[in-house]
Nanobody, 126 residues
Framework: QLQLVESGGGLVQPGGSLRLSCAASGFTLDYYAIAWFRQAPGKEREQVSCISSSGDSTNYADSVKGRFTISRDNPEKMVYLQMNSLKPEDTAIYYC???????????????????WGQGTQVTVSS
């Protein structure tokens, strides 16, 4: 079965940290760029970060730059999003997606997506 599965979400206090994981199964992750998105209730989906297939190029939305770090381990078929200094406004469902990287525009990766995960909830609250 070809799928992406996110994990690592949860409830954390403001200023805390979480590390999200995105596990690929049924396909070779090496060929795909990966993007992390989030969607909060009543808001549009936002691309948070993306990483090239080799991992040598990364992009971050301005809202998370300096706080979040994306990384990948292709042999393990894993992509990570380390989130530090979390704020209440980071509360959302976080998704990972795999696809072909077409170009980058400002802080965003423009991609054709082949696979999406089901999402993991992140709640930042005291």
């Amino acid at each position: 079965q070809l799928q992406l599965v996110e994990s690592g979400g949860g409830l954390v206090q403001p200023g805390g940290s979480l590390r999200l994981s995105c596990a690929a199964s049924g396909f070779t992750l090496d060929y795909y760029a990966i993007a992390w998105f989030r969607q909060a209730p009543g808001k549009e989906r936002e691309q948070v970060s993306c990483i090239s297939s080799s991992g040598d190029s990364t992009n971050y939305a301005d809202s998370v730059k300096g706080r979040f770090t994306i990384s990948r381990d292709n042999p393990e078929k894993m992509v990570y999003l380390q989130m530090n200094s979390l704020k209440p406004e980071d509360t959302a469902i976080y998704y990972c997606a795999a696809g072909s990287l077409l170009t980058t525009v400002s802080t965003m990766c423009v991609m054709m997506y082949d696979y999406w995960g089901q999402g993991t909830q992140v709640t930042v609250s005291s």
